[in-house]
């Protein structure tokens, strides 16, 4: 497995329900199982709902909090990248208060939805994407195979149709 590069960056006085180490797991899972053979560089940003509604409104033009939002920077296929050159993947922010009360609802764990929002989130860098009912469930079933060889806290069985489907229609 290529050595990947993780950034980590935490918003003053916002705690992830993952450490350091959980997270470039978490991301790593993504990458093996997609057959991803070129180093990639990856930003992860845990911030609050303040900055993730902005981030939000400006990628996604949707002014509201949500729970990860991914922003794709370069493809690991891309012909112009030479070989062994890292692949600058993209950024991934998530919100750790959102997702907290989003597991509850779930009957999910904080940590248990954290890692599903860095799968979801790696998996949108990787050109993923969840806009219509196929590529909804082919990303969902994704996400299973993926969460299915992870340390989790059991909580995450089924990846119910994602949790982004209600944005995606507003």
Known sequence: MPDNEYDLLLEDGVACALGEDEIRSACDAVLAHEGVGRPCVVSVSVVGEA???????????????????????ERPDDPSLAPGEPCELGDIVIAPGYIGRQAASFGTTPADETRLMLVHGMLHLLGHDHLDDASAEAMEALEEDILAGMPTDGTVDRVVLTRHREEDDA
């Open 51 to 73: 900055r993730i509604r902005e981030v939000n409104a400006e990628w996604r033009g949707v002014d509201a909090p949500t729970d990860v939002v991914s922003i794709e920077c």
